[in-house]
């Protein structure tokens, strides 16, 4: 009998570890399949995008896309300056102040509503509430909030799950050094999850680098930028965010729809595309070395 149940017990094992295996190989082949289809499709993009460069196409004039490369890194940083705090803070009071609730549970319902909506209808309501309720023309800083509707449900998600995952004892080894809640927040457990928080803004940033749908009725498809002209007031300053402001996004957009008003539209609307994906990847890279250097500075390894 004893035998019996050895014999089944091994039986049972052996087969858990042979469908283990299968199960791993099939998710490393999941995995690199998504991996190549993605490095396949960035280096179309970019090779495309060098082939088509011609001599202009980085100037910032009519002919060129400097001014729009320009607005779309000036409205990402509108977008993050905005949805960064609200988010981080919005994500610590749910994971750390807020009551396991009625309330609490229709603020994570809406949370996820609102990560689901379709970038149009964000758009749509950007544009009744920051251009027809003020009375405003469209203008960047109406396309960043926008954008930060569409970013806040990430950076608030990633910053509460985060700050949930962390073992109990930072919070109460902190604490029972005579820390106060909050010290223990922003001294203890806000460095020790930085690294997921970053995930989280590399996100928004990408949202706000992609975005087109949202931007086409709040931030406009004009660009008029005087360089010499540094008057924050005025219409044509590049700093001014209350002018209109047509993104690289949006360029793509508009020389493949209208590509009978530009000769070199095609062109255009590849090197737009190669210079997004540069733009992503390269603030990945910069973030990621950041939460390294943050990471290594917080445990004192400098090697």
Avoid at 90 to 95: E, F, L, Q, R, T
Wanted: charged content about 15%; overall charge positive; hydrophobic content about 50%.
């Amino acid at each position: 009998m004893i035998a019996d149940q050895r014999t089944t017990m091994q039986k049972r094992v052996h087969n858990a570890q042979r469908m283990n295996r299968i199960m791993t190989v099939v998710f490393y082949c999941i995995g690199g399949f998504f991996l190549v289809l993605i490095l396949v499709l960035a280096v179309y993009i970019i090779i495309n995008g060098i082939r088509s460069i011609y001599p202009g196409v980085f100037g910032f004039d009519s002919d060129g896309i400097g001014n729009q490369f320009f607005n779309t890194v000036y409205l990402v940083f509108w977008s993050l300056l905005i949805s960064v705090p609200i988010g981080v803070l919005a994500g610590i009071y749910m994971a750390e102040y807020a009551g396991d609730n009625k309330l609490t549970k229709f603020i994570r319902i809406s949370i996820e509503s609102l990560s689901s909506l379709p970038s149009i209808v964000v758009g749509l309501f950007g544009y009744l509430v920051f251009i027809l309720y003020t009375g405003a023309k469209w203008n960047l800083m109406a396309g960043a909030l926008a954008v930060s509707i569409l970013s806040l449900p990430s950076i608030t998600t990633t910053t509460e799950d985060a700050m949930r995952s962390l073992p109990k004892s930072y919070k109460a080894g902190s604490m029972a050094l005579g820390a106060t809640h909050w010290t223990t927040i922003h001294k203890v457990l806000l460095p020790a999850c930085l690294p997921r928080i970053i995930t989280g803004v590399i996100l928004a940033a990408g949202r706000g680098f992609g975005e087109a749908a949202a931007l086409l009725y709040t931030s406009g498809q004009s660009t008029r930028l005087n360089w010499s002209n540094w008057n924050i007031t005025s219409k044509t300053c590049p700093l001014n965010p209350f002018r209109p402001g047509e993104t690289l996004a949006l360029h793509i957009w508009v020389m493949r729809t209208e590509g009978s008003l530009n000769a070199h539209s095609e062109e255009i609307a590849n090197v737009c595309a190669m210079i997004l994906v540069i733009c992503v990847l390269l603030f990945s890279l910069a973030a990621r070395m950041i939460t390294k250097h943050v990471t290594r500075k917080q445990t004192g390894d400098n090697a």
